[in-house]
């Protein structure tokens, strides 16, 4: 490249190039490029001109895996290069031909509705532009996307393309962790982030432009964030608004904004071949590997995109893999495996990213966030088993459950486009072709329709946004879910009887959280136990991955676990002492692997715990410990929690006690041998069967005490001896 050789240092590097061999090279990786450093000791080579200190630093450079190696003798020359190598590169994307069209475009409405391929330069190259074309210099520049994992790794390639320090100019903010400073003017956030930012600045005022990323994901709060920023528009005539989606319903978004126009970028697309299996598959965890391995064995050259429903299915498949190739050693291709999660540590991440060397394959495990949010170079093979993780909620039980469902004709046709950006392609669809045709739905139903809406009820109404009724959805949900989650909230106390926000709804908004997590912080406060409800809360958080079971070390780990549960304490209490004792060993991470626990969940824990802190502060919930009033620990998690409440019966099943349903404590819960009378669950999970995740036993007068709105005596009565102590009937935390 013409820009590479403005920095190149000839002599330096015929010098170095005579060391090359000897030394033992430090990589860098940045964007597509590798720069290794080497250093070589003085003595050994006296007539080197560039000399640091005792040692010599020469660095060697390709551009692109078998491109020209280039040597440079200042880290910064090799750098710059880079910067300028990565500036030609934005060029070859499909949107920049359209880069003045769309500026115009821009300054002359006031929002615009972008569709262009995945891939082709929406996400990282429209902020640039606007920053470019000086949209900076009046406020900040925002968009959203639906993934943190995306809005992470899209922040970081950005501020690669800048030349700055991720968290500077260039910044993201997901939940739990804010990357960015008073310096940021190209901003990155989760769509969820952003409807938070509302609470603080209605009106956004810090931002001259927003740009609502995948629109097409349609989740609860991209569908929410429509509404508001809508109605900014019509308030603060100058701020832009651009609204970006990957797929063909961008006449939908046009209709919704008033007709904005729709800017089309042409995409680049090679054909695909599509093939399907003949008949159904039993088992596609199984299906899919055997494919990868058959892919492997027997095609060209490409790299291979499988789509799995989550962490669990592509730790499996990961696993197999590993197995299947293991011992082979020479007789086949390297296999680079690559999972890429919503969980997956950032660190980890970037390696999906990395150029696949000569002769090796790589294989991305994704769940569908690889579907449309992150575009992977040099994918020739797509293998779609056909099912995805989505979240279901049943209006009538008050019941969410993540179902693993099949997906929509539209992300089977997205994933399959992954196999043909850079060529040709094919796609593995383990399904039949009678399958996609009769059996999937056209498109995915928008998540506003199939979730609880207890958050986003409580923030509009803390946004003073009353007659929900009438608010602008583009699809509404149903009524029945909108008036549920009336119901729990004003159950919570959140809401009184006419609807209004109450103080305890107004502090439970102040939390990035579930309103039931928020109720159980705010109730802490009362029963004195704030600072051990706070861990719960942040270890609740971090989600299932805090114990760890490595296959070879079952007992050794279950056994571990069992320590914690010692006196049948129940599971949230169990993640009080696993936090506890962590804490105690000032944090070690010896400790943790002699107790088979996660390290980095730990940590995340941790941060979690600290930003929760910092919140409790601001609602003005002093710390208060008691850690061996389990009874009062019980009591606040209840007070978040009586609707999840179960009763043993006499088939040692449980029974939910409103909207009865049957259900099970997780074979992974320190009570699934107990099973305690009255039980209280944080999660439903549907594998086999409808399981409670995270229990703890309760009294049943404790839900009358607690939540007199929501249980009458003759709901707890048959609980036996217990009765309810006199006066001490109404318990809210108004
Ligand atoms: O948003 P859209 O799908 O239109 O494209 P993009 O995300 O802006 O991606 C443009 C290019 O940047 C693609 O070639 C990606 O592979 C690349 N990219 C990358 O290398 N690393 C990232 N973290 C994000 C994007
Ligand atoms: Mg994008």
């Known amino acids: 490249a013409v820009a590479s050789d403005r920095y190149r240092d000839p002599e330096h590097e015929e010098k170095a190039n005579n060391f090359a061999e000897q030394e033992a090279w430090e990589k860098y990786q940045i964007g597509k490029a590798t720069l290794k450093f080497g250093a070589a000791d003085k003595k050994n080579s006296d007539d080197y001109e560039y000399v640091f200190e005792d040692q010599i630093e020469f660095i060697q450079a390709s551009i692109m895996p078998g491109s020209k190696v280039h040597y440079f003798s200042t880290h910064k020359a090799a750098v710059a290069m880079f910067l300028d190598e990565m500036q030609e590169d934005r060029k070859t994307l499909p949107i920049f031909p359209y880069r003045e069209r769309l500026l115009d475009a821009i300054t002359k409405h006031q929002v615009l509705v972008i569709e262009g391929e995945t891939g082709s330069g929406k996400t990282t190259q429209i902020p640039q532009y606007l920053h470019e074309a000086g949209y900076s210099k009046v406020g900040k520049i925002g968009c959203t996307q639906p993934r943190r994992v995306a809005a992470m790794s899209v922040a970081a390639r950005v501020a690669q393309e800048m030349g700055v320090k991720l968290g500077h100019e260039v910044g993201y903010s997901i939940r739990f962790e804010d990357c960015t400073s008073d310096t940021t003017i190209i901003k990155y956030m989760t769509d969820g982030m952003l409807l938070r930012e509302f609470l603080s600045e209605p009106d956004l005022a810090s931002y001259s432009v927003m740009m609502v990323d995948e629109a097409h994901e349609r989740t609860l709060s991209t569908d929410i964030l429509f509404?508001?920023?809508?109605?900014?528009?019509?308030?603060?005539?100058?701020?832009?608004?651009?609204?970006?989606?990957?797929?063909?319903?961008?006449?939908?978004?046009?209709?919704?904004?008033?007709?904005?126009?729709?800017?089309?970028?042409?995409?680049?697309?090679?054909?695909?071949?599509?093939?399907?299996?003949?008949?159904p598959e039993a088992d596609y965890l199984e299906a899919a590997t055997v494919t990868v391995l058959q892919i492997h064995v027997t095609q060209p050259p490409g790299d291979i995109l499988v789509f799995f429903t989550g962490q669990e299915e592509i730790e499996a498949a990961e696993e197999i893999l590993k197995h299947r190739t293991r011992g082979l050693g020479s007789k086949i291709a390297e296999m680079i495996i690559c999972p890429i999660y919503a969980n997956l540590p950032s660190d980890m991440q970037a390696k999906i990213f990395e150029e696949t060397p000569e002769g090796a394959r790589k294989v991305v495990l994704a769940t569908n966030i690889a579907e449309t949010s992150l575009t992977i170079d040099g994918i020739k093979y797509v293998i779609d088993p056909g099912f995805c993780k989505q979240k279901s909620y049943s209006p009538r039980t008050g019941m969410e459950s993540l179902i693993i469902t099949p997906v929509s004709k539209a992300a089977a046709q997205q994933r399959a486009g992954r196999a043909g950006r850079t060529s040709a392609g094919k796609c593995f669809r383990l399904y039949t072709a009678w399958s996609f045709q009769n059996e999937m739905d056209d498109n995915t139903v928008p998540e506003i329709q199939r979730t609880n809406l207890g958050n986003v009820v409580l923030m509009l109404k803390s946004l003073g946004i009353n007659d929900l009724i009438n608010f602008d959805f583009m699809d509404p949900p149903p009524a029945e879910t909108l008036l549920r989650a009336l119901e729990q909230l004003y159950a919570l106390g959140a809401l009184n009887d006419r609807g209004e926000l109450t103080k305890l709804g107004r502090r439970m908004a102040e939390f990035p959280l579930d309103p039931m997590l928020s109720k159980m912080l705010v109730a802490s406060d009362k029963y004195l136990c704030s600072e051990e409800i706070v861990t719960i809360c942040a270890m609740l958080s971090v989600g299932n991955s805090i114990f760890y079971r490595p296959k070879d070390k079952q007992v050794h780990a279950d056994n571990a676990r069992m320590n914690f549960h010692a006196g049948n304490v129940g599971d949230h209490l169990a993640l009080l002492k696993v936090y506890d004792q962590w804490k105690e060993t000032n944090f070690s991470t010896q400790w943790c692997y002699e107790n088979y626990i996660q390290v980095r969940s730990m940590k995340r824990a941790r941060d979690i715990r600290d930003q929760l802190e910092g919140l409790l502060e601001r609602v003005e919930i002093e710390p208060t410990s008691n850690p061996s009033d389990l009874e009062s620990i019980k009591k606040a998690i209840t007070s978040g929690y009586f609707y999840h409440t179960a009763k043993l019966q006499k088939n040692g099943s449980y029974r939910t006690i409103k909207n009865p349903q049957t259900v099970s404590i997780h074979p992974s819960s320190g009570l699934s041998q107990v099973l305690p009378r009255w039980v209280v669950y944080h999660e439903l999970v549907l594998t086999t069967k409808e399981y409670m995740r995270q229990v703890i036993e309760i009294k049943p007068d404790w839900l009358v005490e607690i939540a007199p709105h929501y249980y009458k005596l003759k709901d707890v009565e048959d609980a036996g001896a217990h009765k309810m102590p006199k006066g001490k009937g109404k318990a809210t935390i108004d």
């Open 227 to 279: 509404g508001l920023v809508k109605d900014i528009t019509r308030f603060r005539p100058e701020i832009k608004l651009l609204i970006s989606s990957a797929t063909l319903d961008a006449g939908k978004f046009s209709d919704y904004f008033d007709g904005a126009p729709i800017f089309r970028i042409p995409g680049r697309r090679f054909p695909v071949d599509i093939l399907y299996t003949k008949a």
